[in-house]
């Protein structure tokens, strides 16, 4: 509750702050228009976005809350945080330097995670909150720079970064992690390491069509990078190998109507070496494939930022050396199912984390209790409030809590809020 109160003391000095600059750059502070909560700075933020210069300054909070359970009547409260500071450069208006563009990132989390300390939620595969997890501390998310090459055909990205920026990439706008973001860095995460963890990495993609590309990267697997005191961590020492991902990706355009889709199949490999479930004192290497399918299933009266869209999920692991054999979700998103309300969103999505048969086959061996799969489902409505600020008041049912066949089901109430300043 400590940690709870000092989030929301420091939200209140964050908007006395904000009215402070509101009352010096009233023209633009607050303006549910504008991109941002402060506003454009009396045009110099516009000015700097011109010379190359894209500041990012914004904060993601997520409030979980245990309704019901099946077999524990306790309940609990908890809430993390991001905030995030960046920004992108245009080094081609900067320095002269064609078809170039740098990113830096810093990251900082706080808080804590309901399915962390809830006893309902004890061994709980995903996450009632994705934002929370990899160390809550500052850390050095994004530092690289991105160069094209071949009439932009050839793309060159090489520094700090993570998987998930560009391979197995999705949404985030659910609030459980089997609905959010990459989801092999989810179940492969102590070697894959999605946001906020970055570590040295390059990535080549080759646009094959305007509507095709396919890429390969190379990310360093260093343990060192997941500790607390190494968010800026720059050195080798401690690298145990690397992560080779694959991915052919296909943006069409369908029907008359054009309606945008996304299609990714990626493969990925491991030169590190990992303990076998059933024998640990074996070695062999983690890999699998993916498939991530976005399709726009029809728009609103005409207007294609409005309308249905659906979504699919699917990773499979070798289960020689990993926990998690397979997940799948899937799930529909409404944008601007009201006439009045045209930037809100309607989505209900579900997950489904299967347990890797050697996994099975030890608890088997030693008589615990099994692990098959667990489930869980989100519905939440983002209220677009401005164009700054989003809320997303979201309800969770998670079965069979820690793919236990007889496991804990619980019914758990949440709020993400993003906003940018």
Partial sequence: MKKLSRTFHFGLSLLSLSCGIQSIYAAGAFDPQSSWMLGDWNGQRIALQQKGYDFNFGYTGELANLWDSKYHSSHGTEYADQFVLGAHLDLNKIVGWQDTEAQ??????????????????????????????????????????????????????????????????????????????????????????????????????????????????????????????????????????????????????????????????????????????????????????????????????????????????????????????????????YTGLLDSRPKDELAIGLARISIGDDVRDQQIALREDQQNEEYDAEIYYGIHATNWLTVRPNIQYIRHVGAYKNGESAWVGGIKLQTVF
Wanted: with cysteine.
């Fill in 104 to 333: 830096i990132t810093i990251t900082e989390r706080n808080g804590r995670s309901l399915s962390q300390t809830s006893d309902a939620l004890a061994g709980h595969l995903s996450s009632t909150q994705e934002i929370w997890g990899r160390g809550q501390t500052w850390r050095l998310t994004d530092f690289w720079i991105k160069k094209q090459f071949l009439e932009q055909k050839l793309d060159v990205k090489v520094g700090r970064f993570g998987e998930g920026e560009d391979f197995n990439t999705f949404d985030c706008d659910f609030q459980n992690l089997a609905l959010c973001g990459s989801q092999v860095g989810n179940w492969v995460g102590d070697q894959w390491y999605n946001w906020p963890v970055s570590q040295w990495a390059a990535r080549v993609k080759y646009n094959i069509q305007p509507e095709l590309y396919t890429q390969i990267g190379v990310y360093e697997y260093n343990p060192e990078n997941l500790k607390r005191s190494k968010g800026f961590n720059l050195s080798t020492d401690g690298s145990q190998g690397a992560i080779i991902p694959v991915e052919v990706v296909w943006q069409p355009k369908v029907g008359t109507e054009k309606l945008t889709g996304e299609y990714r199949l990626g493969y990925y490999y491991s030169t590190a070496d990992a303990a076998k479930i059933q024998n640990p004192t074996q070695t062999s290497h983690k890999q699998g494939m993916w498939v991530v399918v976005k399709q726009q299933l029809m728009n609103h009266g005409g207007d294609q930022t409005r309308g249905l869209a659906g979504f699919l999920n699917l990773t499979v692991h070798d289960s020689d050396t990993n926990t998690v054999g397979n997940m799948q979700n899937l799930g529909l998103v």
